[in-house]
């Protein structure tokens, strides 16, 4: 379990993040497979709360508590976060609905810097027009 300053400092900024994907590390046949969700609350306990559309109608075969993946990531910003942990199914085993509610609970979490490029982009954008098919900038002849 992850202590309550890391927890804060976690929480904070995966609210800046907003989205991530989900890996399912279960072993059984049928599982929800990668795809990309958005928290929808992080409760006190620090546990993640989301939903994600049903791979098939009928999920009462799934597993109800399997181990899985959060990676975090958005261009804008200069980290990303993978989190560890258990996903257990909450809410979904109805058969009308097109959603199940997830709870992930964290076990280990990893912070990482990631170093923005810094580009001019007038300038690329310029020399990446050149070289395009599609034209933006025509040149003009003189007289």
Same mark, same amino acid.
């Given at each position: 379990? +992850?202590s309550? @300053? @890391?927890?804060h =400092? +976690?929480?904070?900024?995966i609210?800046?993040?907003q989205? !991530? $994907?989900?890996y /399912?590390?279960s072993?059984? $046949?049928?599982?929800f497979?990668?795809?990309i969700i958005?928290? *929808?609350? #992080? *409760?006190?306990? %620090?546990?993640?709360l989301f939903?994600m559309?049903?791979? @098939? &109608? *009928?999920i009462?075969? =799934?597993?109800?508590?399997?181990? %899985?993946?959060?990676h975090?990531y /958005?261009? &804008?910003?200069?980290?990303?976060? +993978?989190?560890?942990?258990? !996903?257990? $199914? +909450?809410d %979904?085993?109805?058969l009308?609905?097109?959603e199940?509610?997830?709870r992930? &609970? #964290? #076990?280990?979490?990893?912070y990482? @810097?990631?170093?923005? !490029?810094?580009?001019?982009?007038?300038?690329r954008?310029?020399f990446?027009?050149?070289?395009?098919?599609?034209? &933006?900038?025509?040149f003009?002849? =003189? /007289?």
């Amino acid at each position: 379990m +992850i202590s309550s @300053y @890391y927890l804060h =400092f +976690i929480n904070n900024h995966i609210e800046k993040l907003q989205t !991530a $994907i989900f890996y /399912n590390f279960s072993q059984s $046949i049928l599982k929800f497979p990668a795809c990309i969700i958005h928290v *929808d609350r #992080i *409760d006190k306990e %620090g546990h993640l709360l989301f939903s994600m559309q049903k791979p @098939y &109608r *009928d999920i009462s075969d =799934f597993d109800n508590s399997f181990a %899985g993946q959060l990676h975090f990531y /958005n261009k &804008r910003f200069d980290y990303y976060i +993978i989190l560890y942990g258990n !996903a257990t $199914i +909450i809410d %979904g085993k109805d058969l009308w609905m097109k959603e199940a509610l997830l709870r992930f &609970r #964290i #076990i280990n979490a990893s912070y990482h @810097y990631s170093k923005k !490029a810094k580009t001019f982009t007038p300038m690329r954008d310029f020399f990446t027009s050149l070289f395009s098919y599609e034209k &933006r900038y025509y040149f003009l002849p =003189f /007289n």
